[in-house]
């Protein structure tokens, strides 16, 4: 006798755990259906003396309908709430949430922000190009040494000869100037791509900024003041230039440029590598050469031109310190912008 209390003990007490349908289809059997605990105890009845069957047969009967009962009631629990989770169309929806802007378009739109303030425009090139406008026109010919640095073994060249995944934004200068007269000034952001072994500062793919500026007259001393400007805008505070003799073969005079660290005030910190300074881009006076391969005459026209690292850049002012999180796609590191 004790052990049916225990069983109805324990039957309700899964009857009130059940959360669906098909939990309830399986208590049923498990105390309802064939071979059930039940049943069982029907089963047993005929091995019992008349007067203990009738009490036993009785109880049994009685419970059988109890739980019935039960799993009637608690269908009708979860029928209920079907129909109100179908047809309540009064409840409001559930919330999508809503993602952002990567933080490399961010940085992307921000600069582009900048520099139309400054009367530039905003141009964008093909990620497939071809060597002239990636190498030869920029003063690079094949047997140039500084092809080599670019393209030996770093540029993905594809199965069309000739093409190749630009290395560089500089290659939109000729698509531009081959296209549009002077004066104007542009600048092209862009993804470039480049063979390496990847690190926390090496990606095959990344973003660049490239700008130019054609005129009848202009200096280094114009590219100063506008990169100067910028990046007071682009980091929010004083920020010092500093350009340093360098060496690209589209540009005479060339230079390299560095930025005062941004994150330290020049104090001297990791970012920097205790110099106070950065460097941030190439940048230079457009070379003859370039202007003649666009058939333009160098002697009536002058301009400037940089590229740097967008996606450098970004790093810098957010204290990103592997450019892999980029493309990493891992929505801890997204989340934070
Ligand atoms: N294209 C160069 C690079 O990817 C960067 C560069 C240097 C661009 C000097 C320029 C420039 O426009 O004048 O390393």
């Given at each position: 006798m004790e052990k049916i209390e225990e069983i109805k003990k324990n039957f309700l007490s899964e009857i009130k755990k059940a959360k669906s349908l098909k939990e309830l289809d399986l208590i049923f059997n498990e105390y309802l259906g064939k071979g059930g605990k039940i049943s069982v105890f029907f089963k047993k009845l005929k091995d019992l003396p008349i007067e203990k069957r009738k009490i036993l047969g009785k109880k049994l009967n009685f419970l059988k309908e109890f739980f019935e009962k039960e799993i009637e009631k608690k269908k009708k629990i979860f029928f209920q709430k079907k129909e109100k989770e179908i047809f309540d169309i009064t409840l409001p929806p559930k919330k999508i949430e809503r993602g952002h802007l990567h933080p490399l378009t961010q940085t992307k739109r921000k600069v582009e922000e900048i520099f139309t303030s400054f009367g530039f425009e905003v141009v964008e090139g093909p990620e497939i190009e071809d060597e002239w406008h990636n190498f030869d026109a920029?003063?690079?010919?094949?047997?140039?040494?500084?092809?080599?640095?670019?393209?030996?073994?770093?540029?993905?060249?594809?199965?069309?000869?000739?093409?190749?995944?630009?290395?560089?934004?500089?290659?939109?200068?000729?698509?531009?100037?081959?296209?549009?007269?002077?004066?104007?000034?542009?600048?092209?952001?862009?993804?470039?791509?480049?063979?390496?072994?990847?690190?926390?500062?090496?990606?095959?793919?990344?973003?660049?900024?490239?700008?130019?500026?054609?005129?009848?007259?202009?200096s280094l001393a114009n590219f100063k003041a506008v990169i100067e400007e910028f990046f007071k805008r682009f980091f929010e505070k004083q920020i010092k230039v500093r350009l340093r003799p360098s060496y690209f073969p589209f540009v005479e005079p060339g230079v390299e440029v560095d930025i005062s660290c941004p994150i330290c005030q020049m104090k001297g910190c990791s970012v920097c590598k205790q110099s106070?300074?950065?460097?941030?881009?190439g940048a230079g006076m457009v070379h003859p050469f370039v202007f003649k391969a666009v058939k333009l005459n160098p002697r009536e026209w002058q301009g400037f031109a940089f590229g740097f690292g967008l996606t450098r850049l970004a790093m810098i002012k957010y204290k990103i310190s592997d450019i892999r999180y980029f493309n990493s796609g891992d929505l801890r590191f997204l989340k934070q912008f």
């Open positions: 920029l003063n690079m010919p094949p047997w140039h040494p500084a092809r080599d640095v670019l393209s030996l073994g770093k540029t993905f060249y594809l199965k069309e000869k000739g093409y190749l995944l630009r290395s560089h934004t500089s290659a939109v200068q000729i698509r531009y100037l081959e296209t549009h007269n002077p004066p104007f000034k542009i600048i092209v952001p862009g993804r470039v791509f480049r063979a390496e072994s990847t690190d926390a500062s090496h990606e095959i793919d990344f973003w660049q900024l490239e700008g130019l500026m054609v005129q009848k007259e202009t106070g300074f950065i460097e941030v881009a």
